[in-house]
């Protein structure tokens, strides 16, 4: 018999005096027994349960970024590409008025997960529609900027730089007064946001996609590389190019 065997078969002969000279002692040396045995039950459920949230944080995180599409060729949003009528002021567009109007925007994510520009209009927080306090014309700088989508700026423009700027870029649709100027830059009285693509690969995807999600209800929220970008803004361009949009 070891030391450990020794002292258990010395509490029991004690606890068994108790019970049988001092019913009293021995009630109480119980009531003891229990509470302890109570408290390290809620110990352990509470354990439990930490646990059992760490894990449910875990599973929402994996299943909101999961929602967002990881994607490997990009779906697009289904109406992208429809007719918008447009007034357009300065350069003539492509395709004429009558196109859509599509554009690709790049924008950095707030603290909020709101989204807000890149240089330009740095300090404007996007809504899913957006509206210019005044019309854009050719002797004011108002309006909603973006970058021209053609085969030209796309492909030849070195689109892959100012993707690269921030976390998030996406298609917008332009409307009411449009202002086009010679390097391809569009100003627009009016701007729906129509996919944000999310192209950071540091930990903040775990906090930055599910509340775009949240801020950004009605929007397509994807997780893709710059790369799956570029291919998917060349994809619309050739779409546009051999008469997709509707």
């Known amino acids: 018999m070891n030391k450990w065997q020794a002292r258990q078969k010395q509490l ?99 603290g909020y997960g709101r989204l807000h520009g890149v240089g330009a209009g740095s300090q404007y927080r996007w809504e899913e529609f957006n509206v210019a306090d005044q019309a854009p014309n050719e002797r004011n700088t108002n309006g909603f900027y973006s970058v021209k989508l053609d085969s030209y700026g796309i492909i030849f423009g070195g689109i892959n730089n100012y993707i690269a700027r921030a976390r998030c870029c996406g298609l917008i649709l332009l409307s009411g007064k449009v202002v086009e100027h010679a390097d391809g830059v569009l100003r627009a009285e009016c701007a729906t946001i129509k996919c944000i693509w999310y192209t950071g690969c540091a930990a903040e995807v775990y906090f930055d996609v599910p509340m775009l999600m949240k801020n950004y209800p009605t929007t397509p929220v994807y997780v893709c590389t710059q790369r799956q970008v570029a291919d998917a803004l060349i994809m619309i361009v050739n779409l546009m190019t051999l008469g997709g949009a509707r």
Do not use: F, T
Request: proline fraction near 4%; aromatic fraction near 4%.
């Open 12 to 110: 029991r002969q004690q606890v068994r005096y108790l019970k049988e000279n001092d019913p009293a002692a021995y009630a109480r040396l119980m009531q003891r027994v229990q509470e302890i045995q109570a408290e390290e039950e809620a110990q352990q459920r509470e354990a439990q349960e930490q646990l059992r949230l760490a894990e449910e944080r875990e599973r929402l995180k994996r299943r909101r970024v999961e929602g967002a599409v990881i994607c490997s060729g990009i779906p697009l949003p289904a109406g992208l590409l429809r007719r918008s009528e447009v007034d357009v002021e300065g350069l003539p567009l492509e395709g004429g008025c009558d196109e859509a109007l599509l554009a690709v925007r790049s924008w950095d994510v707030d």
